[in-house]
């Protein structure tokens, strides 16, 4: 993920490029354009995006003097009802009519809530101006509405570039305010005075951030000491020098600001950025096209099987009809060919194993002679033959399972028992030879 972070001034346009290292916001790149004479911020919003590649979320931080502040206590925790209800709260307490501008707010301390407004039309002409340069920024903000984030300060201190103060409290923002070009001394002393009058308790230290720190760390007659804020040593080899830190600190905490989902943003509304709405509505119908392609192409394969195997059905049935015509020639067309074929192939089959047992009873038969009275049961299995009979005596049976010896490979005499009359009731197993059925 990167952040391009565009900061408008009044005779400057800067730019700097941030990226994740780790969890760690690491600059890029950063130039600086002038503006005034031939060139105007439509012109360097242009050469801005020439030089642009890659697809990074843009930033554009207007000047603060576009934007107007007010401690409000709401009894709300959620900011998105803070931002719902803040037109009707501040109805009538501010001079712009609330349908001409556009909110935001930030928690403050004490569970109050900063509340931050600009003129739509202000806002709108920015966003026309890069928009028409191929840079349409997704957030409008301001820097300083980032400078709880700025690296290097304290929880609690007084943040000022010359151009704009902001009172910070326990990493909240509590005030925010612009700063007149001359005198930048004068302004922040009376400034600081007017808040403590106000009841504001100031913190401790006042950090000086921007192109114009050197300068204003010189002030004299402030009722805190200016100091620069020291540059962290996670991000010294991001930065060339401490010079080039203090210059880009603030987009710096801008970028971390909208990282962490904090920056106040003035795109919503009527101004909502709708870009990204319109890259994944794209992206969606492109899903949807191909899903469609594809399901049409699952089809069409399925079609192409069915109509394979309809041929091969037909072919196959034709096949079946004319080997049905070779076989009985002389017969009428039957309705089902195949299922006649099945039936005639289980009569032969079945006559070919009558006939081979009939066979083997025959020859049963003349090996018996007269003195078996009678074989009552015969039952034969494949090769396996099982026979159950009458005899005269026990030698007769010994002399029928001699008679039979040639037919069979093995020959064995069960269970033989006499009966009153002195015959005997006998069973006989064995194995037909190969051929002998």
Known sequence: MEYLIIQVEESRLTIARFGLSGRVLK???AASFALGGEQGLPEAA???????SGAPRIVLCLAPLLFAQRSVELPLTDLRKVREVLPAHLQGEIVLPVEEAVFDAVPSSAGNFLALWAKRADIAHAIDIFKEAGLEPQFVSAVPFAW??????????VVCDGNALAVIDDGHLTYVGTLKQQEPGKQLASTLAALELSGLTLPGRLFVVGARADELTHLDGLPLTPEKPELPADLAIFYKNEETFQQLAGLQAVAQACLSGALPDFRRGGLAWTAGRANLQK???LTAALASIVVVLLFTLKGLQYRAASSDLVSLNASIATIYRGIFPTRAKAVDELAEIKGEIRKLASAESSNGFLDVLKKLAEAKGTSINGLYDAELDGRDLRVKGDAR??????????????????VELGEVKTKPDGSVAFTLTGTLKEGKK
Request: hydrophobic share 50%; net charge negative.
């Open 283 to 285: 992206k969606l119908y």
């Open 148 to 157: 709880n984030f700025l690296p290097g300060i304290t929880a609690d201190c």
């Open 393 to 410: 005596s026990a030698d007769a049976v010994n002399d029928f399972k001699l008679a039979i010896t040639p037919l069979m490979d093995s």
């Open 46 to 52: 242009a050469q801005v995006a020439a030089g642009i």
């Open 27 to 29: 600059r890029a790149d």
